[in-house]
């Protein structure tokens, strides 16, 4: 199947610092790709769905200006969690979709596990 | 009512069991649905597409209920490497935006 990356997969930062998380897909082009964030036993909660060449599109709650995306390319998308504070630590995945192959399926990235202290 | 609800469990079986897992969901508009896997810590891994007619991969048979509004999960001689939560998703019809459940946990016992 597809490939998608995230870097970094672990951050520890202090309270009040800006974290820059990195969704490539390897092999596929990706218009669309999704962020999500996922607490401890809880679901995967879809925050924004990151639209290459424009505005991402933000889930009821989510703070656009809490949660930067941009999707600079069809194999790039970063989400900025800026001035983090502890509530933010969790687990942030992406997922794209290969458009190429007509199919629905979502490839995840690895993850990221975002600590704030 | 959620969009897609799934039994959180935990299931707990002994290996060699047969355990299934439904997942319903609310918009008649849905037209894809997958299960994934997801392991402790890790990142949802997809397991398989469920197809109208349903479909079976080794130990693992997914099937489709339009009428009813759900999909199943069944999976045969369960191993100790079933061990996971698996996530139904749906995907509705033009948005391509996937919906998940929040899971059910298996865990197969020795």
């Known amino acids: 199947g597809a490939v998608v990356s995230q870097h970094p997969s672990w951050v520890i930062c202090k309270s009040g610092t800006s974290v820059k998380i990195e969704c490539r897909s390897l092999?596929?082009?990706?218009?669309?790709m999704f962020w999500y964030r996922q607490f401890p036993k809880q679901s995967l909660m879809l925050m924004a769905t990151?639209?290459?060449?424009?505005?991402?599109?933000?889930e009821q709650g989510v703070e656009k200006d809490k949660f930067l995306i941009n999707h600079a390319s069809l194999t790039l998308s970063t989400l900025t969690v800026t001035s983090a504070h502890p509530e933010d630590s969790s687990f942030y995945i992406c997922?794209?979709?290969?458009?190429?192959?007509?199919?629905?399926?979502?490839?995840f990235g690895p993850g990221t596990r975002l600590l704030v202290l | 009512r959620k969009e897609v609800e799934q039994d959180p469990g935990p299931f707990n079986v002994p290996e060699g069991a047969t355990v299934a897992f439904n997942c319903t969901y609310s918009?008649?508009?849905?037209?894809?649905f997958f299960w994934y896997r997801q392991d402790c810590r890790k990142e949802p891994k997809l397991l398989m597409s469920v197809y109208s007619s349903g479909n079976e991969d080794g130990r693992f048979t997914a099937q489709l209920n339009r009428a009813s509004q759900y999909i199943s999960l069944l999976i045969r001689d369960s191993k100790l490497s079933d061990s996971a939560t698996y996530l139904c998703?749906?995907?509705?019809?033009?948005?391509?935006?996937?919906?998940f459940g929040r899971g059910t946990s298996l865990i197969v016992h020795p």
């Open positions: 918009n008649s508009a849905s037209q894809s």
């Open positions: 990151s639209n290459e060449g424009s505005k991402a599109t933000y």
């Open positions: 998703v749906v995907i509705s019809g033009g948005s391509y935006i996937p919906t």
């Open positions: 997922s794209a979709r290969d458009l190429s192959t007509l199919q629905e399926t979502q490839y």
């Open positions: 092999d596929f082009q990706a218009t669309t």
